[in-house]
């Protein structure tokens, strides 16, 4: 009769912990440094020699380096004819960890926690002791990160795959024959500038706070002689009070960008008062259940909500705001779209993007 295997105790899962937590920690130096990709170009079990001369790296790092992957179960070691020491990235491993993953790229995401951790764990810490708020630019190289990391996913899906989904294919139907767009917390302008390169009949405005960012997108916009797209520097919660841009757009997007809002309902409120009353709105947002007992066996909910713990919660947090976090919910967004005025609203899962749904909303 074969024994059942007995639980693990919480040492042992004390042990897993750290060596996961070590491991994506090397993983994500290894995906900067650019050494998955490098191992997946070769196809084969080839030196650390071999891994440094194609990657311009110092070998000793790189030796060290392989001894996590290869304890951790990322890269093989096998033994050359020669007794020299051979290492490989199965294809399998390559075709989550590497730039030609696209949409399917998990590799990039290891960069993500140590990268919050070196710009904000201090004033996390500080935060459990006064519970304050942490702006904005004490993220520069995570919004960085976020950025790099926005390119390579709408540049795969945005036009092609995503927006032909939007109410029913109507959407590039009206974008194609020309109509008003606002990317709302645009960022440095990637959304603005794909959907103003696909659709030039159409015109295109990208609104953020941070004047850094949209000097970037304005840039960017110029250097691709794109005419038909503009970026303004506008807080999103004081557009329900001012009058200048009310009813202009027939179509407003935010992707990933009201959770960290620190007046979220008033910056959905603002939304409403923009949009023309024919107009429609997507939002995207965080794939997720309001309250913690919903996210229990969510698959990664336990990155979410470090991450949300480490940025999107303390950035909206900051002047005494709102502090929703990454994880506020479906059923949350569902409520506070509704008192924002949205008539309408269908929840649908993003196709090519596990990590968010689209809040289709009417006005």
């Known amino acids: 009769m074969k024994k059942e295997s007995q639980p693990k105790s919480f040492a042992d899962k004390m042990v897993d912990i750290l060596n996961y937590g070590s491991l994506n920690l090397a993983m994500g130096l290894g995906y900067r440094a650019g050494l998955f990709d490098v191992m997946d170009k070769k196809n084969r079990p080839c030196t650390a020699n071999d891994i440094c001369e194609k990657s311009g790296l110092d070998l000793r790092y790189v030796n060290e380096w392989l001894g996590a992957m290869v304890c951790g179960g990322i890269v093989e070691m096998v033994d050359g004819a020669d007794g020299h020491q051979l290492f490989n990235l199965p294809k399998a491993h390559g075709d989550v960890l590497t730039r030609r993953a696209g949409s399917n790229n998990l590799g990039v995401y290891t960069q993500e926690i140590p990268l919050l951790t070196a710009c904000a764990m201090d004033r996390v810490f500080q935060g459990f002791l006064d519970g304050g708020g942490i702006s904005y630019k004490h993220y520069p190289e995570f919004h960085d990160f976020m950025g790099q990391l926005g390119d390579a996913k709408h540049r795969e899906v945005l036009v092609d795959v995503f927006l032909p989904t939007v109410?029913?294919?109507?959407?590039?139907?009206?974008?194609?024959?020309?109509?008003?767009?606002?990317?709302?917390?645009?960022?440095?302008?990637?959304?603005?500038?794909?959907?103003?390169?696909?659709?030039?009949?159409?015109?295109?405005?990208?609104?953020?706070?941070?004047?850094?960012?949209?000097?970037?997108?304005?840039?960017?916009?110029?250097?691709?002689?794109?005419?038909?797209?503009?970026?303004?520097?506008?807080?999103?919660?004081?557009?329900?009070?001012?009058?200048?841009?009310?009813?202009?757009?027939?179509?407003?997007?935010?992707?990933?960008?009201?959770?960290?809002?620190?007046?979220?309902?008033?910056?959905?409120?603002?939304?409403?008062?923009?949009?023309?009353?024919?107009?429609?709105?997507?939002?995207?947002?965080?794939?997720?259940?309001?309250?913690?007992?919903?996210?229990?066996?969510?698959?990664?909910?336990?990155?979410?909500?470090?991450?949300?713990?480490?940025?999107?919660?303390?950035?909206?947090?900051?002047?005494?705001?709102?502090?929703?976090?990454?994880?506020?919910?479906?059923?949350?967004?569902?409520?506070?779209?509704?008192?924002?005025?949205?008539?309408?609203?269908?929840?649908?899962?993003?196709p090519s993007d596990s990590f968010n749904l689209h809040f289709f909303c009417e006005k």
């Open 167 to 350: 109410n029913g294919g109507q959407l590039v139907f009206d974008l194609q024959q020309g109509i008003d767009v606002c990317d709302m917390g645009c960022a440095q302008g990637l959304v603005t500038l794909l959907m103003a390169k696909a659709f030039p009949a159409s015109r295109f405005t990208g609104l953020d706070i941070s004047a850094e960012a949209l000097e970037t997108a304005r840039a960017a916009a110029l250097e691709n002689g794109l005419d038909n797209a503009r970026f303004e520097q506008r807080d999103a919660a004081e557009l329900a009070v001012t009058s200048d841009l009310s009813r202009s757009f027939d179509y407003i997007t935010a992707f990933d960008a009201i959770h960290d809002q620190t007046r979220p309902l008033e910056a959905l409120k603002g939304i409403n008062e923009i949009l023309k009353d024919d107009g429609v709105f997507s939002m995207i947002d965080i794939a997720a259940e309001t309250g913690i007992a919903g996210n229990k066996n969510h698959s990664m909910g336990t990155f979410l909500y470090t991450v949300s713990l480490m940025h999107c919660m303390p950035v909206g947090l900051a002047n005494g705001g709102a502090g929703l976090g990454m994880m506020w919910g479906r059923q949350l967004a569902e409520k506070m779209l509704k008192q924002a005025g949205f008539s309408h609203v269908t929840v649908n899962h993003m």
